[in-house]
């Protein structure tokens, strides 16, 4: 075998191999099937985050108490005072005027420096005053502020220290004594919430008393809480004081510093006016020396005011609050800073200047202390930009005040932002959030900034949901709700972004924004075509988060004109603003009748059909969905909303064969709406059709096909274990009766002879969802998947016949079949809503029909025998059973079953499966009544409409795609995708398969070049699990999938092994007849084809992972396998004796056929029809139907993307050659009708003057010129072809015939090998051949034969 390794020329080039590749386009530049996010994600919405930014419980402090013991004049004798002293209470020496006079100047001023940050409170000073006094004053303080926060701020300058017993000093009457104030007392005084400022020394010591003291209530009232004779029980309550704060001078050993150049209060000074301060202290570090001419008496002149930001002295202000509460933020955890930081201004504020306490205090060996306790953050090196603000300031003051120059703005916040852009533009992923976010906020204060911080910040939140939540946390939400009240143009794009991204992440504020009328800002945007559309998208995706689930939203955008507006924007050529306006108005019209009529008026239903043919499925997706919501909730019904029902319902059918899986879930929910609204023609119908589905037989696959699928014991290989597949949730789910009847086919016995108690029908029992119907009642489906697939297939004989009594063109009929055949729709998750809502309705209209016999027998079921010879079909007289599994095999043909033994090995044991682990009559009524809310009892009397029936169904059936939808604007927008940055790893990895792809195309055409001379050396056999009836080589890996009836199977032709089997999900009256690569060049998916028109792709195969089912539509609508009609002439009889000879079911049927385009992106399809169906993989929908013009069936399809020719085999030995760029009638450009029999295989050589070479069951090869009438060459080899295939760049074809060997034959005719045995294996003569097949590129055959082995022919060793 060829050794796949890299060489090292290729490592270093990567346009190795590609250069002498003109024919084939870079493998870079070919489009990917498949792949978008919808295929490769679950379609839901994000995880809600937990709301933690929103503040639970704003506070404000509303009550101040000012309780001052100075005592000027006299010093308390536990304080020995230094000389000179530190002296200024309040900026004021007290000394310098009479003691009562200082008192009271001290308490005016102090209360003045409190009112500059809470103007607002109620002050009341206490000087020097007496217990009695101090508890009058806190408890009328906090009798009238009731549950708000009440401040006490006590200075003990002129008192001894606190004591170790927890009590602080005041006065006796006439000032003789000192009198201890008990803090318990105070604790009780003051309740809580409270926040206790102590200026004393040894402050620390309050705060332990104070803690310790809390403990000690807690104590009292768990005790009293126990025994009620406690003097405590009969009291109310006091309050907690867990929600008191403190903020001290001090720790418990600690002196206030005596230094005569500060104040006496320093820190009532760092608390109140912290500016001040700052600017003194700095002044007197010895670095101020370097800011020349600056003296405390200078800094007492700074012009301006502490609230003006254009000021020297407000600019300043504002710097200190961005700093500090950046500091706060990044030292902090999160719910510490939201409690003091954000919740009350005053606290706020307060612990703003504590962080300037703790630094300028513990330069002079003082520590404050805080309750709850703070980190310490004297060091962070934002107090360096403080500094350097500081310093640019001071610097301009003598010039300021003595010349009268402007003053010029400080750098701070452009260097910040800086700083910001700085962290945005050159991180990492993970990395802690940047410390600037805080002063980002601040900047939207400033005019002269905002537009680069709203630049910066939205650039911020673009990084992902985290970004929000902590931008949210910071408290960025008032500040951007206030910005929409701007008129300024230029903002507009930036808040739209910026809004986009918090609604993607919490809706919540839908509220908010309609409450401050901010939806009117986002109309007005929508409105604007001067808007780029992207900005238009983010405005409807707002309104459409305004309007979800919100009536006051819904109202309010209704009187905005909202409706008209999205409908004006219905054609834009932006797919994602399409997609977002038909969801904004599916969701303005959701329970909202007003809406709904508004939109009546401008015939919005109209308006939107356009959009259900759109390239974008998403976009299909919500038109689908407004047109649900649109039809889903009119609370009256008048003669003119049931017409615009009807109207829509028929649109909306038109959409049963899309492409696109999520376009059809969306549909069956869609439907579901009108369901819901006309539940009681609905159950007639329903009535109707189960009881047709009884009394009809139609004829069925199953007859010919059963006896063909049982092969005898002896032969058949011991059944493999299957993997689980999980398609998205899983393949089926367990109660449909299709997986019982693969039970059935499957249960054959091992080579031991014990039973296998496996069956690929089961494999999607141990999948992750063992339901994915949602209700844990699904096993009680009154209609069972093959009942509903024989009903749709009644329906369309009966259509012809019309033997159903109800007027068969009513709208309810027609919706009724829709719903029956997405029922039976290839994509699981389509299936199973279908079922939900079909059974539903079935539930009802049974009890409905029978309610008396139901309420009698007590139990679902009827007591019907459950012998498999019980004719009653599954719906029993009152209809709530599952099928018994024997009943199941031949339900499609509704005669009475064999008894098991005659189409059964006599050895197998009898199989009864049981649903769910019960046995299949033991429904009882309790467990089907979680379905629905109201029981069998009500459902007698007809009058009683079950109205929680209809919850039921709306609310089960969503699809998940709005909020889906949603995710895009939480996830990074502006970010590089992965796959297009070139360090990625995505990128390596293709980048190492397109090396590979080159290699195996240099490699394997330096063999095909130098000419195969014999190809009958094996490098590979195996028994297959199934017998191979396709086979396909991956083009440049080592892997081969082979399928048998209705499962893949993977092999790696290299290792010998095997690497997977799957159950394709097919029905069991069909089989895989052709499958494809997708992007085999790079993440191949595999596409299978089975004859009933399903085409099924899949990814995760031949790996590690579990396969999933990436999408699946139905290729060919019109093509069940029931009308396949049986080849009548005699040129056909040979045809017919070969293909049944290969497998029976085929009834001489050529099943699907299929032919892959990488190039376009586009799917031919054909096969028992008289169209070639051509699919475009990137739009999920057909293109173009280009009939046939023949009667028979296509056998085989090759197209040519380069010229734009297809060309097909058919079954009445035509070749016909189509050019696809022109009408349905003129593109037929040529038919060859050499052949006197069935096209086995017609190729279109891909070079540009490439032929066309076809070969006939009668052994025939024929060359064609596609521009000349007649064979421009002919071989014959030999009669009876069963299988061939031709290779691609080695010019071989290889025949397989009845006479079972195969026959290799080069260009000329010539042939270079004959297979008849076996070479190394027991020297087994070859069963007939069921499939072979070249590789693409090396010269391997593989080929399969009906024994199950699957074996693979090279060119001798020494060519590889």
Request: aromatic fraction near 8%; proline fraction near 6%.
């Amino acid at each position: 075998m060829v050794l796949m390794k890299m060489d090292a020329d290729l490592l270093h080039s990567p346009a190795v191999g590609f250069a002498e590749e003109e024919a084939d386009m870079n493998d870079w530049e070919l489009p990917l099937a498949f792949m978008k996010k919808r295929h490769s994600e679950k379609i839901e919405g994000s995880k809600a985050l937990a709301q933690s930014w929103r503040m639970k419980d704003r506070m404000k402090t509303v009550s101040v108490a000012l309780v001052l013991c100075l005592n000027v004049g006299v010093d308390p004798p536990d304080v020995v005072k230094t000389s000179p002293c530190a002296r200024l209470e309040c900026w004021i020496d007290p000394l310098s005027m009479s003691p009562q006079k200082a008192l009271e100047t001290i308490g005016a001023n102090l209360q003045k420096q409190y009112e500059n940050w809470q103007p607002r409170a109620r002050y009341k000073q206490s000087l020097d005053p007496t217990v009695d006094e101090v508890k009058k004053l806190c408890t009328s303080l906090r009798r009238n502020a009731k549950e708000e926060r009440v401040l006490f701020h006590y200075n003990g300058h002129g008192v001894p220290r606190p004591t170790v017993n927890g009590e602080i000093w005041v006065f006796n009457k006439n000032y003789t004594q000192y009198i201890p104030l008990s803090i318990y007392d105070l604790q009780t005084w003051m309740g809580s919430p409270s926040i206790f400022v102590y200026d004393c020394s040894n402050a620390g010591i309050i705060v332990k008393s104070f803690k310790q003291f809390a403990l000690q209530r807690e104590q009292e009232l768990e005790v009293a809480a126990i025994n009620p004779s406690h003097p405590l029980a009969q009291m109310p309550l006091p309050p907690s004081m867990k929600n008191c704060i403190q903020l001290a001078a001090c720790e418990a050993s600690e002196l206030l510093p005596m230094n005569p150049d500060l104040p006496a209060d320093l820190f009532t000074s760092c608390l109140t006016t912290p500016i001040k301060i700052a600017l003194r202290w700095f002044c007197m570090q010895k670095s101020a020396k370097l800011v020349p001419g600056v003296t405390l008496d200078l800094i007492e002149k700074i012009p301006g005011r502490l609230n003006d930001r254009r000021t020297p002295l407000g600019e300043l202000n504002w710097i200190f609050t961005a700093i500090t509460d950046t500091i706060a933020w990044n030292v902090l955890p999160r719910d510490l800073f939201q409690k003091l930081f954000r919740q009350d201004l005053l606290v706020a504020s307060l612990f703003r200047n504590f962080l300037l306490a703790e630094r300028i205090m513990r330069s002079y060996n003082c520590t404050p202390v805080s309750s709850p306790r703070l980190p310490p953050t004297y060091m962070h090196a934002m107090w360096q930009a403080w500094d350097l603000a500081v310093d640019i300031c001071l610097s301009q003051l003598p010039t300021i005040i003595e010349e009268g120059t402007a003053f010029r703005q400080s750098p701070f916040f452009a260097e910040q932002l800086t700083a910001f852009q700085v962290w945005l533009t050159m991180g990492v992923e993970n990395r802690n959030p940047p410390e600037q976010l805080p002063i980002v906020l601040q900047v939207l204060l400033s005019q002269v900034h905002r537009l680069r911080a709203l630049d910066l910040l939205g650039r911020f939140l673009d990084l992902g949901p985290w970004a929000v939540s902590l931008a949210l946390s910071v408290g960025i939400f008032p500040y951007v709700l206030k910005l929409l009240q701007s008129s300024a143009r230029e903002l507009r794009p930036l808040l739209v972004f910026i809004w986009a991204k918090i609604l993607a992440v919490d809706s919540s504020c839908q509220a908010d924004l309609v409450k401050d009328n901010g939806h009117k800002y986002f109309l007005s945007v929508l409105a604007d075509s001067y808007m780029p559309a992207e900005h238009r998208t983010m405005a409807v995706f707002i309104l459409a988060v305004i309007v979800n689930s919100y009536s006051t939203g819904q109202e309010a955008c209704l009187q905005g004109n909202l409706i008209a507006n999205c409908l004006e924007q219905l054609s834009d050529p932006h797919p994602l603003l399409r997609q977002w306006v038909a969801i904004c108005l599916g969701r303005i019209w959701q329970n909202f009748d007003p809406a709904r009529w508004c939109g009546v008026r401008d015939s919005a239903h109209e308006k939107l059909y356009i959009l259900l043919s759109d390239p974008i499925p998403e976009v299909r997706c919500a038109a689908v969905f407004a047109l649900g919501t649109f039809v889903g909730n009119s609370a009256e019904r008048t003669d003119h909303s049931t017409t615009i029902d009807h109207n829509v319902a028929m649109m909306l059918a038109q959409l049963i064969n899309d492409g696109s899986p999520v376009v059809r879930k969306e549909l069956v929910v869609a439907l579901s709406h009108l369901v819901v609204q006309y539940e009681s023609n609905f159950c007639t119908v329903a009535l109707q059709f189960i009881e047709e589905e009884k009394n009809y037989t139609v004829p069925s696959p199953a007859n010919t096909s059963e006896p063909g699928n049982l092969t005898p014991v002896r032969d058949s290989p011991a059944i493999p274990r299957l993997r689980s597949v999980n398609s998205y949730t899983n393949i089926r789910a367990v109660t449909t009766a299709r997986n019982l009847n693969k039970s059935l086919q499957n249960l054959n016995l091992s080579e031991e002879g014990g039973p296998v108690a496996f069956s690929p029908g089961n494999l999607s029992t141990s999948s992750s969802a063992s339901s994915t119907l949602g209700s844990p009642d699904n096993d009680e489906y009154i209609l069972s998947f093959e009942t509903i697939d024989k009903m749709r297939r009644v329906s369309s004989y009966s259509s012809l016949n019309s033997l159903i009594g109800v007027s068969f063109n009513s709208v309810y009929t027609q919706i009724w079949r829709v719903l029956l055949h997405l029922a039976a729709d290839p994509f699981p998750e389509v299936s199973d809503l279908a079922m939900k809502v079909l059974n539903c309705i079935a539930y009802k209209a049974m009890m409905n029909a029978r309610p008396q016999r139901i309420l009698d027998s007590g139990s679902l079921t009827q007591s019907a025998p459950a012998s498999p010879t019980s004719k009653g079909t599954h719906i029993h007289q009152a209809g709530g059973s599952p099928p018994m599994p024997s009943t199941s095999s031949s339900s499609l043909t509704n005669e009475v079953p064999k008894p098991p033994a005659r189409d059964q090995p006599s050895t197998r044991p009898p199989y009864t499966p049981t649903l769910g682990g019960q046995a299949p009559h033991s429904h009882q009524f309790p467990r089907t009544r979680k379905m629905f809310d109201k029981g069998p009892e009500q459902a007698a009397e007809d009058g009683d409409e079950p109205c929680g029936h209809r919850n039921y169904i709306s609310a089960a059936l969503q699809t998940g795609l709005c909020d889906w939808s949603a995710k895009y604007f939480a996830q990074p927008v502006t970010k590089i995708p992965e796959e297009h940055d070139l360090q990625s790893q995505v990128r390596m990895e293709r980048q190492w398969r397109f090396l590979r792809n080159a290699r195996v195309k240099r490699q394997s055409r330096s063999i095909t070049q130098r000419g195969v001379s014999r190809l009958d050396d094996q490098i590979f056999i195996n028994r297959n699990p199934g017998v191979p009836s396709v086979v396909k080589f991956h083009p440049f890996n080592t892997c081969i999938a082979v399928a048998d009836k209705d499962s893949i199977c993977f092999w790696d032709w290299e290792k010998g092994e095997r690497l997977d089997y799957f159950y394709n999900g097919n029905p069991r009256y069909t089989r895989i007849t052709a499958m494809e690569y997708l992007n085999g060049h790079d993440c191949s998916l595999l596409l299978t084809a089975t004859d009933d028109g399903a085409l099924r792709v899949w990814k995760n195969f031949a790996d590690q992972k579990n396969p999933e089912m990436v999408t699946a539509w139905q290729g060919l609508s019109d093509m069940l396998p029931t009308t396949r009609g049986q080849p009548s002439t005699s040129a056909h009889s040979l045809a017919r004796r070969v293909s049944i000879y290969l497998d029976r079911s085929k009834q001489g049927g050529a099943g699907m056929v299929v032919d892959w385009e990488q190039e376009t992106g586009l799917l031919m399809t054909s096969g028992d029809v008289r169209v070639i169906r051509i699919w475009d993989t990137d739009r999920e929908m057909k293109v173009q139907d280009i009939p046939t013009g023949a009667d028979s069936c296509v056998t085989s399809l090759s197209c040519d993307s380069q010229r734009s020719l297809i060309v097909a085999g058919l079954g009445d030995g035509s070749v016909r050659v189509f050019d696809r760029r022109m009408g349905p009638n003129e593109c037929r450009i040529m038919t060859y009708r050499e052949h006197g029999a069935w096209v086995v295989k017609a190729h279109l050589q891909k070079e540009t003057d490439g032929h066309i070479i076809s070969v006939s069951v009668n052994g025939d090869v024929r060359f064609f010129e596609p521009r000349m009438s007649d064979s421009v060459n002919v071989l014959q080899t030999v009669k009876g072809l069963t299988a061939l295939d031709i290779h691609p760049q080695a010019n071989l074809f290889a025949c397989g015939s009845m006479n079972q060997f195969i026959a290799v034959y080069n260009a000329n005719g010539d042939v270079i090998s004959n297979i008849k045995y076996y070479d190394g294996f027991m020297g087994q003569r070859i069963g007939a051949i069921s499939c072979l097949a070249f590789h693409p590129h090396w010269p391997h055959l593989a080929v399969g034969s009906n024994d199950y082995y699957m074996s693979i022919y090279s060119a001798e060793k020494r060519l590889r």
